[in-house]
Protein backbone atom coordinates (compact mmCIF):
# COMPACT_ATOMS: atom_id res chain seq x y z
CA UNK A 1 0.00 0.00 0.00
CA UNK A 2 1.48 3.32 -1.24
CA UNK A 3 1.92 6.17 1.65
CA UNK A 4 0.49 9.31 1.11
CA UNK A 5 2.88 12.10 1.64
CA UNK A 6 0.95 15.39 3.54
CA UNK A 7 1.85 17.78 2.21
CA UNK A 8 1.85 21.64 5.34
CA UNK A 9 -0.24 24.43 3.71
CA UNK A 10 1.28 28.28 4.47
CA UNK A 11 -1.12 30.54 4.42
CA UNK A 12 0.40 34.06 4.36
CA UNK A 13 -1.81 36.46 6.71
CA UNK A 14 0.04 39.36 6.37
CA UNK A 15 -2.25 41.15 4.25
CA UNK A 16 -4.98 40.26 6.35
CA UNK A 17 -3.48 41.82 9.11
CA UNK A 18 -2.86 44.71 7.41
CA UNK A 19 -6.20 45.18 6.66
CA UNK A 20 -7.17 44.93 10.34
CA UNK A 21 -4.59 47.96 11.39
CA UNK A 22 -6.16 50.13 8.62
CA UNK A 23 -9.55 49.40 9.65
CA UNK A 24 -9.10 50.24 13.49
CA UNK A 25 -7.45 53.48 12.39
CA UNK A 26 -10.38 54.45 10.29
CA UNK A 27 -12.54 54.04 12.93
CA UNK A 28 -10.67 54.95 15.57
CA UNK A 29 -9.86 58.13 13.44
CA UNK A 30 -13.74 58.65 12.33
CA UNK A 31 -15.49 57.77 15.64
CA UNK A 32 -16.46 61.08 17.61
CA UNK A 33 -17.01 60.83 21.56
CA UNK A 34 -19.39 61.71 23.74
CA UNK A 35 -18.38 64.78 25.44
CA UNK A 36 -18.31 63.92 29.82
CA UNK A 37 -21.63 64.94 30.72
CA UNK A 38 -21.26 66.70 34.53
CA UNK A 39 -23.99 64.65 36.11
CA UNK A 40 -25.07 61.33 35.80
CA UNK A 41 -28.28 60.79 33.72
CA UNK A 42 -30.34 58.11 33.43
CA UNK A 43 -32.74 58.81 30.76
CA UNK A 44 -36.12 57.34 30.60
CA UNK A 45 -37.48 54.99 28.14
CA UNK A 46 -39.40 54.97 25.05
CA UNK A 47 -40.23 52.89 22.09
CA UNK A 48 -39.43 56.02 19.14
CA UNK A 49 -36.27 54.83 17.37
CA UNK A 50 -35.63 58.24 15.49
CA UNK A 51 -32.45 59.19 16.31
CA UNK A 52 -31.41 62.09 17.71
CA UNK A 53 -29.09 64.77 15.96
CA UNK A 54 -25.34 64.11 16.30
CA UNK A 55 -23.98 67.56 14.60
CA UNK A 56 -25.09 70.99 15.25
CA UNK A 57 -26.63 70.76 18.36
CA UNK A 58 -27.02 72.37 21.40
CA UNK A 59 -27.32 69.59 24.34
CA UNK A 60 -29.56 70.16 27.16
CA UNK A 61 -28.97 68.42 30.61
CA UNK A 62 -31.21 68.69 33.72
CA UNK A 63 -30.70 67.05 37.00
CA UNK A 64 -32.89 65.68 39.33
CA UNK A 65 -32.97 68.99 41.26
CA UNK A 66 -34.08 70.91 38.24
CA UNK A 67 -30.06 71.85 37.72
CA UNK A 68 -29.18 73.27 33.40
CA UNK A 69 -25.65 72.66 31.94
CA UNK A 70 -25.70 72.75 28.27
CA UNK A 71 -23.42 71.83 25.57
CA UNK A 72 -22.81 73.47 22.01
CA UNK A 73 -21.14 71.19 20.00
CA UNK A 74 -19.84 73.75 17.56
CA UNK A 75 -16.58 75.59 18.93
CA UNK A 76 -16.77 78.65 16.77
CA UNK A 77 -20.41 79.15 17.79
CA UNK A 78 -19.99 78.49 21.49
CA UNK A 79 -16.67 81.02 21.29
CA UNK A 80 -18.70 83.38 19.42
CA UNK A 81 -21.83 83.16 22.55
CA UNK A 82 -19.09 83.06 25.03
CA UNK A 83 -18.21 86.66 23.97
CA UNK A 84 -21.96 87.39 23.47
CA UNK A 85 -22.68 86.76 26.51
CA UNK A 86 -19.74 88.35 28.65
CA UNK A 87 -20.92 91.62 27.03
CA UNK A 88 -23.97 91.33 28.18
CA UNK A 89 -23.14 90.63 31.60
CA UNK A 90 -19.83 92.66 31.52
CA UNK A 91 -17.94 89.85 32.37
CA UNK A 92 -14.27 90.18 31.20
CA UNK A 93 -11.94 87.19 30.64
CA UNK A 94 -8.50 86.90 29.47
CA UNK A 95 -7.25 84.33 26.82
CA UNK A 96 -6.49 81.32 28.95
CA UNK A 97 -9.97 81.48 30.38
CA UNK A 98 -10.96 81.75 27.06
CA UNK A 99 -9.03 78.41 26.05
CA UNK A 100 -9.72 76.35 29.27
CA UNK A 101 -13.62 77.49 28.87
CA UNK A 102 -13.32 75.89 25.25
CA UNK A 103 -12.50 72.60 26.81
CA UNK A 104 -14.75 72.45 29.35
CA UNK A 105 -17.60 70.65 27.54
CA UNK A 106 -20.40 71.75 29.35
CA UNK A 107 -21.51 75.14 30.19
CA UNK A 108 -22.96 75.17 34.38
CA UNK A 109 -21.97 78.11 36.18
CA UNK A 110 -24.18 81.93 36.37
CA UNK A 111 -21.88 84.30 34.21
CA UNK A 112 -20.51 86.39 37.36
CA UNK A 113 -18.68 82.80 38.61
CA UNK A 114 -17.67 82.37 35.18
CA UNK A 115 -13.76 83.90 35.86
CA UNK A 116 -13.07 82.17 38.75
CA UNK A 117 -14.89 78.68 37.84
CA UNK A 118 -12.15 79.04 34.55
CA UNK A 119 -9.54 79.34 37.35
CA UNK A 120 -10.10 76.52 39.09
CA UNK A 121 -7.94 73.37 38.35
CA UNK A 122 -9.48 71.00 35.57
CA UNK A 123 -10.29 68.54 38.44
CA UNK A 124 -12.31 70.29 40.78
CA UNK A 125 -14.08 71.76 37.86
CA UNK A 126 -16.80 69.07 37.42
CA UNK A 127 -17.77 69.61 41.09
CA UNK A 128 -17.88 73.25 41.21
CA UNK A 129 -19.93 72.94 37.95
CA UNK A 130 -22.79 70.66 39.58
CA UNK A 131 -23.23 73.31 42.63
CA UNK A 132 -24.48 75.30 39.95
CA UNK A 133 -26.02 75.24 36.93
CA UNK A 134 -26.89 78.05 34.55
CA UNK A 135 -29.49 80.00 36.26
CA UNK A 136 -33.21 79.72 34.81
CA UNK A 137 -34.98 82.01 36.62
CA UNK A 138 -37.21 84.49 36.16
CA UNK A 139 -35.21 87.77 37.34
CA UNK A 140 -31.90 86.09 36.01
CA UNK A 141 -32.75 83.85 33.11
CA UNK A 142 -29.10 82.95 31.33
CA UNK A 143 -29.99 79.48 29.88
CA UNK A 144 -32.19 81.21 27.60
CA UNK A 145 -29.50 84.14 26.93
CA UNK A 146 -27.01 81.08 26.33
CA UNK A 147 -29.86 79.52 23.49
CA UNK A 148 -30.57 82.70 22.06
CA UNK A 149 -27.40 83.97 21.11
CA UNK A 150 -26.40 80.63 19.92
CA UNK A 151 -29.80 80.38 17.52
CA UNK A 152 -28.81 83.83 16.77
CA UNK A 153 -24.89 82.92 15.57
CA UNK A 154 -26.47 79.79 13.43
CA UNK A 155 -30.24 79.66 13.86
CA UNK A 156 -30.04 75.71 12.00
CA UNK A 157 -28.77 74.03 15.18
CA UNK A 158 -30.95 71.53 16.59
CA UNK A 159 -31.60 71.12 20.56
CA UNK A 160 -31.63 68.11 22.68
CA UNK A 161 -32.83 68.06 26.30
CA UNK A 162 -31.84 65.03 28.19
CA UNK A 163 -33.07 64.41 31.82
CA UNK A 164 -33.30 61.73 34.49
CA UNK A 165 -35.98 59.44 34.43
CA UNK A 166 -36.48 60.40 38.48
CA UNK A 167 -36.55 64.15 37.90
CA UNK A 168 -39.68 66.00 38.31
CA UNK A 169 -41.95 66.68 35.36
CA UNK A 170 -42.75 70.24 37.00
CA UNK A 171 -38.58 71.32 36.68
CA UNK A 172 -38.72 69.76 32.77
CA UNK A 173 -41.84 71.65 32.38
CA UNK A 174 -40.15 75.11 33.09
CA UNK A 175 -37.27 74.31 30.75
CA UNK A 176 -39.66 73.55 28.27
CA UNK A 177 -41.73 76.78 28.59
CA UNK A 178 -38.40 78.80 28.31
CA UNK A 179 -37.45 77.26 25.14
CA UNK A 180 -41.43 78.51 23.52
CA UNK A 181 -40.59 81.46 25.12
CA UNK A 182 -38.08 82.38 22.51
CA UNK A 183 -39.61 80.17 19.94
CA UNK A 184 -37.44 77.41 19.95
CA UNK A 185 -40.43 74.67 19.94
CA UNK A 186 -38.68 72.13 18.27
CA UNK A 187 -36.41 69.72 20.25
CA UNK A 188 -35.37 66.67 20.52
CA UNK A 189 -36.15 64.53 24.18
CA UNK A 190 -33.34 62.30 25.08
CA UNK A 191 -34.76 58.74 25.73
CA UNK A 192 -33.44 54.91 25.95
CA UNK A 193 -34.46 52.49 23.44
CA UNK A 194 -36.85 49.83 24.92
CA UNK A 195 -39.05 46.80 22.92
CA UNK A 196 -42.49 47.91 22.12
CA UNK A 197 -45.22 46.46 24.22
CA UNK A 198 -46.76 43.58 22.57
CA UNK A 199 -49.50 43.96 19.72
CA UNK A 200 -48.05 47.47 19.07
Known amino acids: MAKIKKHSIFIDMTAMSDVTVLLLTFFMLTSTFLPQEPVRVTAPASVMEIKVPEYN ?22 MEALEKMSEEYGVTLNDRQKKVFMEQPFIGVPMNRLPAFLDLPLREQDEAMRQHGIPSDSINNQFIGWIQKAREIDNEMK ?33 VLKGAPEGF
Open 159 to 191: ITLKADQSTPYPLIESVMKDLVKIKANRYSLVT
Open 57 to 78: VMNILVDLQGKIFLNIDRPEVR
